[in-house]
């Protein structure tokens, strides 16, 4: 749409005067019956909402309907001389403003005036709307009837002005409508950090030569090849070969050491390009044989010259294999399936594998060396190896396991220390693991001089970015992260792919002093330009299917379908995988769903038209979702349905605790977590954050008490399951599930419970109940509107989560918009949902026993910010040191955007570590603003930090839960911005794993 100028959201916008234009004296504003005349005038009505639900806010956060007007003339026009109106008879005069030619106003119909000039004393009906534009003459200046719109969807011209009218699923206030209506894109971290540009040399890493090694055959020994990489002639006579075993912390050998390999004919001389094959023995590789590894070094020394002419370190040699330079002179080294003596190594049918029994390597040598080394990660989004450069040892490269080696620290304490291991789950050990790696942290990371290692990783980010990182609160310096760098990229085949990232303001000052001297890019460098986002990394077999999203809720799916859909879905049905086009968070109600169910999840850009799918669509597929790529093939029926029969729930149901003894109304304040048998998990979450009494070391005293909503209140599960038998619903359940129809039709199965939940709407709640329930709201919270919210039995369960599958609702004692009797009815009615119902199925959970209480508090409105945070980097689920928040503008939601909507989301490190909060997405709502101010964050943090204490001897009493982490959703309140907590439940990382190891940090 059009760039706007009103609403109170841009620094260009001409605010309205007080003084007000003249109007006619006597305009009847009656619309035309028959269709809309011609349009007059350069002010046209661009875009009209009926139903926003968070596709943008006004100024005070509202999720409010609006009507965009746009000047498409060539002089600037005054607003005050028109008048808008939804119906015939009446119209609303405009605010005096001027719009500049191209420009455009946002008027909000939200039916409160007092909130400013833009806002209107109407709503528009979301079942359908006329809106009129009036000019000063009484002539109708534009006259758009709007059809009914789905939620958050817009009626838009397009282009701006002068386009036809359609509907779009993505809404553009504020912003141009465009040609065709599509997703926009989501907004640019913008990377304002920047540094000098570096040319790398040629070649890079530099051999001294003349003479160099270009292939090595050694297991079963061989023959080294020596290539004469000059210009000129040289005689082998003033050259030694030598081999020399390994080990970790060992320096390189002298001219001196290890095995000499005699010339062939030590006498020649190689022309230049020439090459000489020199055997290699057994008895000459029986050192490298007894090492471990089969680690060592072959090296090329010049007569009376301190360094090598070439040198090439090596380990974990596939049989068979030649490890050769490819290129010759200059290339990288990589493992060969067949040696070429004699011949050149552009030939080299490269490995595309080899096994690294220990953990480690010096180089990544074939395909598949990055891919094993970071294997066990549980990062979402990239790929990481961690690198150890032993300055003591010829800065030397070691490359470490990620599944094997959790910390550098312990790699150095076992391989090169020769220390025990210790094993970090037994609470002694680890207290003495702890001590050593305190010791080691303040030679090798707190101080940057006396220390022998160089600490980072190598990581592969989903946007292609591959960057050298150091750990913040690491001290240390520019010229350590140099030498750190050259050294790490003479172990990887495409130095020139790779530059350091800063993790840290510290550490952006230290490269500062370096830049221009090695290749340097931005802290935001990897979260520019995504077209691919892994959410649930996970293996799912299905027939590719591509659903438009506003398609999915009604679509026919099940766990054989991988569904491709062009946004982020709110609701759908049960499948086996999900592709968006829309980025998502974690935290969508999609990939909790996800998440739970172990299925795919991801988001790739365009991807109807991705060469990697487009072929597939119709046919049987595999998709593998891994952490910084993916894999899709056509898979056989076979697999499929090997895959299939290994998921079928198998054993005893979830039994979900139900206790129906606690009646009337329960007063949060009284309750507490073990309540959750009869009030539900959710209210009984709620009720103990009343309790949450501790306070970090870090945190301001006056966190206490949590400010969470006053005097909630529950309805237990007792009235519910009342309700549900005297409605005949139980009775009618019952005799559904013993009907194979019901089982084995998906439309009879809906069809079902839709009628299931419609006795259950009908027939009326208990007087008794409702008198209580009416009574308690109008004592404790008079005549403000209240939220009524499902706390069902089935969520939170050991092995399920069952977020997200039922419905909560607003209700008002005066029954303006929903009374409190329809509103009870569908909250208890959504434990039927046909997705609750088939979630649960899937779950293994028994359908007899559960039950839906009801959660009520005070609904508020005018929220400045709101969203959910854990207490955990669930991008990166062993950093309990972490804490991730996703949190939006206003009233719209992170967890059920509007499509093309984005939320800030934040990875927050606390102290004692260093401070920083890292951004990786942000709000295409804020108008380019953060969302929460750095104390906000750090508050909300101390929120986190106080309610993950508090709820660990509830929710993990024996702490076996190695991935323990909480999740609370919160609002920012009132012009003071109070953080009020409104929620907090476990978080569930659903099938993931944690290592065995005990390496949370």
Known sequence: MSLALGVGCSGETQLPTEEQPPKPEVCDFELPVAAAPALSGDLRINEVMTGNDGA????????????????????????????????????????????EPGRGVLLWADDTPEQGPLHLPFKLSNSGARVALWSASCQLADLVNVPELPRSESYARLPDGTGELSICRYATPDRENGETCG????????????????????????????????????????????????????????????????????????????????????????????????????????????????????????????????????????????????????????????????????????????????????????????????????????????????????????????RQWALHYTWVREQIRKEPHLDRCDPEQAAEFNVGWGLFSQTEYFRSEGRRYLLGTLVEHTNGARTVEFS?????????????????????????????????????IELRKIEGTAPIVGPNAPYKGLTYQSLNPAEGFGTLTFVPARDLESAELGPNVIVVTDDVPNETAFMGGLITEAFQTPLAHVNVLARGRGTPNMALRGARDDERLKALFGKLVRLEVRASDFDIREATAQEADAYWEKRKPTGERLSPALDLSVRGIVPLDAAGYAMGDSIGSKAAGMAELYRVSGVGQYCPLDLLPLYVPPAAFAIPFSHYMDHFEASGAAELLAELEQDPEFRADPHAHAEGLAEVRARMLAHPVDPAILREVTGAIEQRFGGDRVRLRSSSNTEDLATFNGAGLHTSTSGDLDAESS??????????????????????????????????????????????????????????????????????????????????????????????????????????????????????????????ESVHAHYRPLVDPKGENHLYAMQIEWKLIGPERRLLVKQARPYSFGTLAAPGDCREY
């Open 472 to 508: 913040p609160g690491d001290q240390i310096v520019g010229e350590q992260m140099r030498r750190a760098f050259f050294a790490a990229m003479k172990a990887v085949p495409d130095p020139e792919a790779w530059a350091i990232r800063p993790t840290e303001g510290r550490q952006i």
């Open 819 to 944: 009374s409190i009797e329809d509103a009870l009815r569908t909250v208890w009615s959504s434990l039927w949902n046909t997705r609750a119902y088939d979630e649960r199925e899937f779950g293994h959970v028994d359908q007899a026993r559960a039950a839906m209480a009801v959660l009520v508090h005070q609904a508020w409105q005018s929220e400045r910010a709101q969203g959910v945070a854990i207490s955990r980097n669930a991008l990166d689920a062993t950093r309990d040191s972490q804490y991730y928040i996703n949190a939006q503008i206003g009233e719209a939601s992170v967890t059920n955007p509007a499509p093309g909507v984005t939320s800030d989301e934040i990875v927050y490190t606390p102290p004692p570590r260093t401070i920083k909060a890292e951004y990786h997405t942000r709000s295409s709502l804020s108008r380019g603003r953060d969302v929460l101010s750095f104390p906000e964050i750090q508050r909300l943090g101390c929120v986190l």
């Open 183 to 402: 997703p926009p894109d989501p907004p640019n971290l913008d990377d304002s950090i920047r540094f000098a540009p570096f040319e790398w040399p040629e070649p890079f890493p530099a051999i001294a030569g003349p003479l160099v090694i270009s292939e090595l055959s050694l297991r079963p020994a061989g023959f080294v090849e020596v290539l004469n990489a000059s210009g000129a002639p040289v005689a082998l006579d003033g050259f030694a070969l030598r081999l020399a075993a390994l080990a970790p912390g060992q320096a390189l050998p002298g001219a001196d050491a290890g095995v000499l390999i005699a010339w062939p004919e030590p006498s020649a001389t190689l022309a230049p390009g020439e090459r000489v094959s020199v055997p290699v023995s057994a008895s000459e590789t029986a050192d490298l044989e007894a090492s471990p590894e089969f680690e060592g070094v072959a090296t090329l020394w010049r007569e009376d010259t301190p360094e090598p002419s070439d040198r090439i370190d090596f380990m974990a040699w596939p049989e068979g294999a030649s490890l050769a330079r490819v290129p010759d002179a200059t290339g990288a080294p990589r493992f060969c399936g067949a040696a070429s003596p004699g011949a050149a190594n552009e030939g080299c049918a490269e490995l595309p594998g080899r096994e690294l029994a220990s953990g480690r390597a010096h180089r990544l040598e074939t395909a598949a060396d990055f891919a094993e080394l970071a294997e066990g990660g549980t990062a979402v989004g990239e790929l990481g190896v961690k690198f150890v450069v032993d300055m003591a040892a010829n800065d030397t490269v070691h490359l470490l396991s990620t």
């Open 56 to 99: 943008w806010v006004d100024e005070v956060g509202e999720t409010d309907d609006f009507i965009e007007l746009i000047n498409i003339g060539q002089r600037a026009l005054d607003l005050g001389e028109y008048s808008v109106s939804d119906k015939s008879g009446k119209a609303t005069p405009l605010p005096r403003m001027t719009i």
